[in-house]
């Protein structure tokens, strides 16, 4: 299974700053567990939860997947 090209970006983007799986689920308002799934392609977000997520990280949907 391919893991999809948001998640690889979640998990850079989080280990680029050093922040943790519960630093950013907090900013991004989900729990550890659930970003943790999120990284790994185990589910599928809404595209209101991977903006929150980005926005979280400092970027966008859109200046990533340029």
């Known amino acids: 299974m391919n893991t999809p090209w948001w998640a690889e970006e979640l ?13 950013v689920g907090e900013r991004a308002g989900i729990t550890r567990h659930y970003l943790c799934s999120l990284e790994h392609g185990r589910h599928n977000p809404t595209i209101r939860t991977l903006e929150s997520l980005f926005k979280a990280l400092g970027h966008t949907i859109s200046t990533v997947k340029d």
């Open 11 to 23: 998990r850079t983007l989080r280990q680029e700053q050093k922040l943790t799986l519960a630093e």
